[in-house]
């Protein structure tokens, strides 16, 4: 198989993935793909009562993305959509919707699409088991339910909610189950992955051992 320049960066739900996709992009002016933005505004527009065919048109066709400092911000023409994507309603609609296959379908495309022979980066959950199995680097980022219950927790805060933390470490938990348990793209390594097991690394020190990576199987 040829390898494409990609790097995926899969792992559970608040493991750090995101900002550290986000860091590498920006880093090595890569493009990015945030996959589990994609879900979300599937949900968004899902309860919206529009049709799976209208959803995939209007995220190919009405919707912007824009790196800022190191967030990523989703715009529905002009209007910034970012703050009702990161709810903890959307998350859960978009949890349930990844697991039709349909859903997974209209999406695999549209992902498939962001790739730049320049650089991509792709943060997921089967980004290199399934949609770039071609990748040159596949990174698995994980770490505890209480460590990632906190930083889902942080950043839940930062966009305004209020979250009981007990609450959290038990979605999380049921969410890990559900996604690692399912018949289609089961949350799971690659074989050809780099598991990093974050709990008691700082994002730092996470994004320097990335960096390396990138850096022998890219650069």
Known sequence: MNKINVITIDGPSASGKGELARGIAKHFDFKLLDSGVLYRLFAYFNQLDFSNNEITAKIKNEISFKLMENNLNVLEGNQDITK?????????????LSSKKEVRASLFDIQRSFYDKKGLVADGRDMGTVVFKDAKLKIFLTASPEIRAKRRYLELQKYGQEVNMPELIADIEKRDLKDSSRELSPLLPDEEAYVIDSSDMSLEEVFSFTENLVKKELI
Do not use: D, G, P, V
């Open 84 to 96: 009702y994507l990161r709810s903890e309603e959307i998350a859960k609609i978009a949890s349930k």
